[in-house]
């Protein structure tokens, strides 16, 4: 992909021949006069580098420079004249990432626009795979939920929101039925196919604001935002009953029915985490208890 470069200086002939050198050394270029003009150009149109003179009418090249870093993700190269009480440091502190004399040398100028580019290049496969290290830290491998640890990182978070601006916060636990059965009788290859389909299905009937786990082994658990105890009990019912409604295929392409039991909970103030959590998994055993491939709510704590 080719780089778009803006050249920013009040003098028309640095700027049109810097922009001819740099179009037949094949970058994209586009030019402005002034700071105000290359913000408009940067606002209209994706840009990588900036080059940019320090004087300039109005506002100059250095507080340019701040403005371009405060708020794009673009490189700034700042040219100065030799005789000008401007140094390489002052430029840096505004985020610049290369300084360079006026009159410019071409060649010069093109080497450390390669190697402004060259780190760009780097920083983005840098944070990228950053990126990619946290998305893996806190996604189970197998179904792409979320995993356990995250989920108690993100219930904590909801549970302060939930005491600083009162939303209702729900909380779903549910558990495959049977699951040690289908195990031993397909293999865990088969059943690891079931615990990716219900993965699916959970994605597909929550909505942005809610979160789903893989909390361990067969159970999953849902953080549910601003959603009270009966409206969770609705979206348990959804869930079980898209479950239900599936028809799973196993090795050698026989046909199972595979169902989920349910516990619902709604956060109640000044309730610790351990507390809430085990609520959920109390109605969910209730759901066992009472025959599976049903939903249980419990939206108290017992009374002391």
Request: glycine content about 6%; charged content about 25%.
């Amino acid at each position: 992909m080719t780089a778009h470069i803006l050249i920013v200086d009040d003098e028309p002939s640095i700027r049109e021949t810097m922009r001819e050198y740099l179009r037949l050394s094949g970058y994209e270029t586009s030019v402005a006069s002034s700071a105000e003009e290359a913000l408009a150009a940067i606002t209209a149109c994706p840009m990588e580098v900036v080059i940019t003179d320090i004087m300039l009418p109005g506002i100059d090249g250095l507080a340019l420079t701040d403005q371009i870093k405060a708020s794009w993700d673009v490189d700034v190269i700042v040219m100065t004249g030799y005789s000008q009480e401007y140094s390489y440091e002052e430029a840096i502190s505004k985020g610049a990432s290369d300084f360079v004399f006026k009159p410019v040398r071409f060649e010069e100028l093109d080497l450390r626009l390669k190697r402004v580019l060259r780190e760009r290049l780097l920083n983005q496969e840098r944070l990228q795979m950053l990126d990619e290290l946290k998305k893996l830290s806190i996604t189970d491998g197998l179904t792409q939920l979320y995993n356990s640890r995250y989920f108690y990182s993100q219930l904590k978070g909801e549970i302060e929101r939930f005491n600083r601006y009162g939303h209702k916060l729900s909380l779903l636990l549910l558990d495959i039925d049977n699951f040690k059965i289908y195990n031993d009788t397909f293999g865990h290859l088969e059943g690891d196919k079931i615990l990716v389909r219900i993965g699916q299905i959970i994605r597909a009937c929550l909505r942005k604001m809610d979160t789903a786990y893989r909390y361990g082994g067969e159970e999953f658990t849902i953080i549910l935002p601003g959603t009270p105890g009966e409206e969770a009990r609705t979206v348990a019912e959804r869930l079980r009953t898209a479950v239900a409604s599936e028809t799973f295929s196993s090795a050698g392409n026989a046909t199972v029915q595979i169902t989920i039991s349910v516990g619902v909970t709604q956060y109640c103030r000044e309730e610790p985490v351990s507390g809430f959590v085990q609520r959920a998994d109390q109605a969910m055993y209730e759901s066992k208890q009472a025959g599976r491939n049903r939903v249980s709510c419990i939206f108290k704590p017992p009374a002391e």
